[in-house]
């Protein structure tokens, strides 16, 4: 028996840091074409980037999620100063 999640009807916002899994993601940017929208995000603990096609918020069994259908251009970036 497969989950289901609760879509909600809440935005994805430019900063605003989300989780998935164990793992906290930062919104980077908002990347659009006109097939495939995805955000690009930042995984906060070691600064792997991705692009996230079809993602939203959904209400899981752990809380408030951020869920994608795929991700494309996954790579490790340098962290900053503050560590995210």
Sequence with gaps: MSKKYQLLNQP?????IYKNGMSL??????????LHTSI?????KDG???DAVGAALY???RGVELLWDYS???RFTPMDREGA
Excluded: Q
Excluded at 12 to 16: K, Q, S, T, V, Y
Excluded at 25 to 34: H, I
């Design 12 to 16: 994805i916002l430019a900063g605003g």
């Design 25 to 34: 993601y930062r919104v980077e940017s908002f990347n659009d074409d006109c």
């Design 40 to 44: 690009h995000l930042r995984r906060i």
């Design 48 to 50: 792997w980037e991705l």
């Design 59 to 61: 209400l899981t069994d």
């Design 72 to 74: 494309k251009n996954g």
